[in-house]
């Protein structure tokens, strides 16, 4: 800051244009340094420094919404790629004719989960469709399902008792052991209902390792989510992804229009959301949670 005033001064006095120029950028740095400050004060969860499982589910539109689900992932994906975060696809069933049916993401680096956490919900997408010989327009959905990546649920006691396992092939890549032998693993919590699923390891143990850590991971949530009052702030209500849920509304047809529902943030840069570029949304909603 000092720097900047002494800057100033000179440039007053010699009435320099390329010393203007100079202390133009640096208040645009220190602009954008102080915006990225704030933003970190607006994190205010327990978990919000934790990584985070997203799992994204096709909802209503059939071949749409799997398109439609896949597009979701996309986004994600290029908004971790923006963060410098990892991101390993633990399970992923593709469509019938094109796009996914669901998938399990865990995304490691900083504050994962509190950029995240505001992405739980359903996502409702109005296009002219793609697969629709009649160029009809489209009304699809998908689940977006965000919870922290806890240590302390490592420590969970799980009955085998409570659990359903299948094993079956792994349909992803990884080499001809993962895809000829049964290596996929899908565990079900019978008392919960819960279903979780790991095919990206090269052995059965592996991928049942990693579905069990998830598995504990959802249940520590869960049992967050019943004894503290704070019941939303963990994971998104369980819902399903159909219209009058939707948390956020993507327009292509016939105007183009992105819009939260929950703080009526907007954008007409469709484009630009759908390649990862979030923040306006998640700082929208960081404020409106705090009521800032």
Not at 20 to 26: D, H
Not at 197 to 202: D, F, G, L, V, Y
Request: charged residues 25%; hydrophobic residues 40%.
């Amino acid at each position: 800051m000092l720097d900047l005033e002494q800057l100033a001064k000179l440039a007053q006095v010699e009435n320099d244009e390329v010393l203007n120029k100079e202390i133009e950028a640096k208040l645009e740095e220190l602009a954008s340094l102080y915006h990225k400050m704030e933003f970190v004060v607006l994190f205010s969860g327990s978990y919000d420094q934790s990584n985070a499982i997203v799992s994204i589910h096709a909802g209503t539109g059939g071949v749409d919404a799997q398109d439609w689900a896949q597009m979701l992932e996309r986004m994600y994906l290029r908004f971790a790629e923006k963060m410098n975060w990892q991101v390993e696809v633990l399970d992923r069933n593709l469509g019938t004719e094109a796009g996914i049916k669901n998938n399990l993401l865990r995304i490691s680096g900083q504050w994962v989960y509190g950029y995240l956490r505001s992405e739980a919900g359903v996502h409702r997408l109005v296009r002219i469709s793609p697969f629709d010989a009649e160029a009809m327009r489209q009304t699809s959905f998908a689940l977006v399902e965000v919870i922290p990546e806890l240590p302390e649920a490592e420590g969970m006691e799980i009955r085998d008792d409570d659990l359903e396992y299948n094993f079956s092939r792994s349909s992803g890549p990884g080499g001809q052991n993962v895809n000829k032998t049964n290596t996929a693993v899908k565990i079900t919590h019978k008392p919960s209902g819960i279903t979780v699923a790991s095919q990206t390891e090269r052995s059965q143990h592996q991928n049942r390792e990693r579905a069990v850590a998830i598995l504990k991971a959802k249940l520590y949530a869960l049992a967050a989510e019943e004894s503290l009052a704070e019941v939303k702030k963990v994971k998104g209500q369980t819902q399903k992804a159909e219209w009058g849920k939707q948390i956020r509304s993507y327009v292509l047809e016939p105007y183009q229009l992105v819009k939260d529902h929950r703080t009526n943030y907007e954008t007409s840069d469709i484009n630009a959301i759908l390649d990862g570029e979030l923040f306006g949304f998640i700082e929208a909603y960081l404020r409106h949670e705090l009521k800032l």
